[in-house]
C-alpha cells in the first residue's frame, strides 16, 4: 500500500495540509460517501512511517468487515478519495489567490444573470485590483477579464456606444501578453545559456522592436519594465547599465512585488554577478554575497519555504571564496533541511567538502566528495573541479594530470552543456595542465624564469574570453 498514489499524496502534505483535507473530505457538501470517510480516517491512522505497512487485504477487511475481499470495490473507494484530493488542491488554490475567487463569482453571475451582483462585485474587485502597487502579469490578466466582463455586460445591456471598458480589456490583455511573453523569454534564454537547448522564442525580435519604437507608453509599466531589464541584461551582458537597474528596482520595488516578480528579480541579478565572476570580474562576488544574504532575509530566495541546492552551493562557495568560513559554518546546517529530501545529502556533502578544501583540511575534502553522486551534470563538473583543486593544492601530479585527461574526455562527449560550456571547460583544462607542468618542473628554472613563465600564462589566460574558473587559474599563476 506504500506505492499508492493516494498515500504519496497524502505524505507530501503538511500536518496543517493533513487536517485541512480531512475536514475537506468529511464535509456534506464536498463528499457524502461515507466509505471514503473511513478510508481517509484508516490512512491517516496509520501514517507514521515507523509503523508496518498497511496492507490491501488488512484495509479492506477494516472497510468491510465480513465481506470477502474484492479488488475493484477497495479500487472504487481509493479512486474517489483521490479525486477528492484533486478537487482539494483546487480549492486550496482558489483560497490562496482572492483574485481567481474574485474572478470565478463575477462569471458565475454573468452566466446566469445575476446582473446586481456582478456589477457589485465588480466595484468591489476594481478597489482590490488599485491597491496593487506594482502591476504584473497576473494583475494585467484579471484586469482583462475583468473589463471583457464588465464591457460585454455595458454594451449588451446598458449602453452599446460604451466602449471605455472594451477599450480597457484590449489595452490589459496586450499589456498581460507583454509582461508575460518577455518574462517566459527571460527564462528560456536563460536556460539557453547554460544547457545544451535551443527555443523558438517567436516573434520576440518584432515585439522587442515595438517596444523600443513605442517605450514611451511601457517605461512607466513596472511589470514591463521589470522583464525587459532582466532579458536585456542577458542579450547585452556587456551592458553594465541593466544590471543597474536591476539593483535600484531590488532597493526600491522589492517590497511592493510579488513573490515570484521578486524572486525572479534576485534570480537574474545574481546570475548576473555569477557570469561576471566566471569571466575573471572577482569584484562582483562581494556584490553577490549582499545580493544572497539580503536574498535570505527577505525570504525571497526561499520558495514555498524551500531553497534551491543551485542556490545553497552558490552562496557556501561564495562564503567560502569570500573567507566567511563562520558564516558558511553556520548557513550549510542551519538551511539544509529547506532544500527537497531527493536532493538534500548530496548537495550537503558537496558544499561540505568545499567548505573543507577552503579550509585546506583536503583529507576532509577528499573523504566527504565519496558520498557525492553525479545527479547532475553540474555535480559531476563541480566535483571535479573541486577534487582538482585539492589534488593540486597536495602537489600530486600524477592524480592531477590523470584527472584533467579524464575531465577533458567527460567534456567533450557529454551532450548536456552547450558548445560554448565545452569550450569554455577546455580551455581551462588546457591552461590546467600547463599550470601544473610549469609546479612540477618549477626546480628546473630559475626564480625569475619560472616567473616570467607563470606570468606569460597568466596573460594568456587573462585574454582568453572563455574560460570557465578564470579566477582560480590568475590567482595560482600569481602565486610565490
Partial sequence: MQQSRIIKFLRELSPRERERF??????????????????????????????????????????????????????????????????????????????????????????????????????????????????NGQYHYAQYRLNALMGYYGVEFIDRSESGGLQRMINHLDRYYVVEKLRNCCHLTANMMVLNSHYDLGFLEELLAYLQANWAQFENDPGVKLYHTILMSLREEDEPRHYAEMKTMLAEQLSSMSQVDGGDLYTFAYNYCIRRINQGES?????????????????????????SEWDYKNIATLGCSLKAFEWTENFLHQYKDFIPAHQRENAYSYNLANFYYHKKQYDNTLQ???????????????????????????????????????????????????T???????????????????????????????????DELALKVEHTENVINKYWLLEECNAE
Avoid at 101 to 125: I, S
Fill in 283 to 307: 569584484e562582483y562576488q562581494t556584490e553577490l554575497f549582499d545580493l544572497y544574504k539580503k536574498g535570505l532575509s527577505s525570504g525571497m530566495l526561499l520558495k514555498n519555504n524551500v531553497l
Fill in 368 to 418: 566527504t566528495l565519496l558520498h557525492v553522486q553525479f545527479t547532475d551534470v553540474k555535480y559531476h563538473l563541480n566535483s571535479n573541479f573541486l577534487l582538482l583543486r585539492t589534488y593540486y593544492a597536495q602537489h600530486d601530479t600524477e592524480a592531477l594530470l590523470s584527472l584533467i585527461e579524464t575531465f577533458r574526455i567527460y567534456v567533450i562527449r557529454t551532450q548536456k552543456i552547450t
Fill in 420 to 454: 560554448e560550456q565545452k569550450r569554455s571547460y577546455t580551455n581551462f583544462l588546457r591552461f590546467s595542465k600547463k599550470l601544473v607542468q610549469l609546479r612540477h618542473h618549477a626546480y628546473t628554472y630559475s626564480k625569475k624564469a619560472l616567473r616570467e613563465k607563470l
Fill in 22 to 135: 480531512h475536514q475537506f473530505v468529511n464535509s456534506p457538501y464536498f463528499n457524502q460517501h461515507e466509505k471514503t470517510n473511513q478510508l481517509l480516517d484508516i490512512i491517516l491512522a496509520r501514517m507514521s512511517e515507523t509503523e508496518a505497512d498497511l496492507e490491501r487485504e488488512e484495509l479492506y477487511g477494516l472497510l468491510f468487515p465480513g465481506l470477502s475481499y474484492d479488488e475493484q470495490k477497495l479500487h472504487n473507494v481509493m479512486s474517489y478519495l483521490k479525486k477528492q484530493y484533486h478537487r482539494f488542491l483546487a480549492f486550496e488554490y482558489v483560497d490562496q489567490h482572492p483574485l481567481t475567487e474574485q474572478l470565478l463569482t463575477l462569471e458565475a453571475a454573468f452566466e446566469q444573470g445575476r446582473f446586481d451582483l456582478l456589477v457589485n462585485r465588480a466595484k468591489q474587485m476594481e478597489k482590490n485590483l488599485a491597491q496593487h502597487t506594482f502591476p
